[in-house]
Each structure stands twice: as structure tokens, then as C-alpha cells.
């Protein structure tokens, strides 16, 4: 499985979009305009290819940062969809696209992966380690939650952290 970056607006954004179409929105009788991929272009577009160079998937991402409580910077995904075509669906494709994306944003320092998942597709992300937030919204006509998981790297410095006395070493 490779994952390659796709140019906003290119032929390879096209099909994409048509995959899209095809596996997320026809089946849940939701529709996506022009206006709302015109929206895109600052997105993260990543298309999946198998070992015969026929895109099987796709991941549509924002990478951001915000301030914590501590008003520190920290790099966040908001993951806007993750999609298989529909022949190679069931097969753990999703699990593997999502695990290469984390292994990715873990890289580049990113702290966790934020999304809004419909509610068919709950048990999925929960199996991943993402965890409900706040109350199901409707948008797009889809009901949806967010969902979120922390991704960094754990500190060696920190299982080792031990009190000695009035100091730590």
C-alpha cells in the first residue's frame, strides 16, 4: 500500500472526489457541491494506491495548531474523511490507512487526531482507540459525533522519572 499526496484541483484530486462521492455520500443520500470542495484547497488530500497502482482510498485532512491550557502550541488533524472503495472495503484497509496517517502526523509532532464520525461508523473509529466527545450534532443532513485520540511520542525521560529525595533525576 503506498500513500501519495495529492494536488488540490489535479486529476488524482478528481478521482478522489468521485470516490468520494461514490462510497460516502451516495450511500448516506448526502450530497457535497462545488462550493464546499472549493473549500478544500488548504486541505490535506491522500490518495491510496495498491501494488498495481489503482487508487483504492483516500484521506482528506486539516492540519492545524491551537494553544493548550498552558498556551502552548500544539499540532492537531481534524481528519474530515477516510474512504475505501467499495470493492476493497472489509478488509482492514481503513485500520491500515489510518494507522500509516498516525504513524505520519506521530512523526511530524502532531498530538492528536480530531474527526466527526457518522453514527454507523462509531464502533470502527472506538476499535482504533478514538473516543466520543461531547453530544451527536447533525450536518450535512448526517448525524455525527466527534471523536478524538491522542498520537505522540512517548517520553523515555518520563517512565524514568523517579523522586529521590527533594529532587527528581
Known sequence: MNIISVMFASPAYDELVNMRIETLYQPLN???NIE???LEYKDVHLAVYDDKLQMIGGIVAKVTEEQDEFMNKRKICLLRQVFVKTKFQRLGLG???LSCLEKMLIDKGYKE???YAHLDVIDFYTRLGYSKHGRPFKDYGIK???MKKKIQKKSLKLD???AVGSEYS
Do not use: F, S, T, V
Open 95 to 97: 485500520k491500515k490507512m
Open 160 to 162: 524514568k522519572l523517579e
Open 36 to 38: 464546499d470542495l472549493a
Open 30 to 32: 448526502a450530497e457535497i
Open 144 to 146: 455525527q459525533h466527534i
Open 113 to 115: 487526531i480530531r474527526l
